[in-house]
């Protein structure tokens, strides 16, 4: 209880889904388990899966869930963020920093997570509303247990990781 294995690779869990799990995903019968850590070798195969943030569409609403951003090349985003009652995005909620500048959510149409601020810098365009409507812009994202993170010009792997704060 309280731990998944995949090939060797344990994933530290918050509890366990009665029942035990289904291959390839970490909550069953829309028991959703959130997670502390992940693998070394990455999520479960063939799902997508970010520390402290939902495995998958559909999780019911928490309360006070906030998570800590840590080890992204942008000092600004390493920051807690705390779920919020009223914005939702790609039908997940979203979390915000406490000065409500960034803000992570879920992209449906990528089925990934990601970090956006809420105001475009240079021209002041409302990300939040971009993303709603379905918009993947962002200054990170996690794709395959990784996160790539827009860092001097380019798309780079990050060492960036979200964890329950």
């Known amino acids: 209880p ?16 009665p029942g035990g799990t289904l291959p390839g995903h970490f909550a069953t019968a829309g028991n959703p388990i959130l997670t ?6 990455g999520t479960l195969p063939g799902h997508f899966a970010t520390p402290g943030l939902p495995a998958k569409p ?27 009652w009223i914005e939702s995005v790609g039908g997940m909620p979203t979390f915000w920093d406490k000065d409500l500048n960034w803000f992570v959510y879920y992209q449906s149409s990528r089925q990934r997570w990601a970090i956006s601020s809420r105001k475009e810098p240079e021209t002041g365009e409302d990300l939040l509303s971009d993303a709603k409507a379905g918009g993947t812009r962002g200054l990170a994202y996690e794709q395959d247990g990784i996160w790539i993170e827009f860092w001097k ?12 704060a």
Do not use: M
């Not at 090939?7 to 918050?14: K, R, V």
């Open 2 to 17: 309280g731990h998944f294995a995949t090939a060797g690779n344990p994933i530290l869990t918050t509890g366990v889904s």
């Open 36 to 41: 502390t850590g992940v693998s070394p070798g």
């Open 58 to 84: 559909n999780f019911p609403a928490w309360y006070g869930l906030t998570v800590q951003t840590t080890k992204f090349y942008n000092s600004e985003i390493n920051a807690a963020f705390t779920r919020s």
């Open 153 to 164: 010009g380019a798309w780079t792997p990050s060492h960036g990781c979200i964890d329950l």
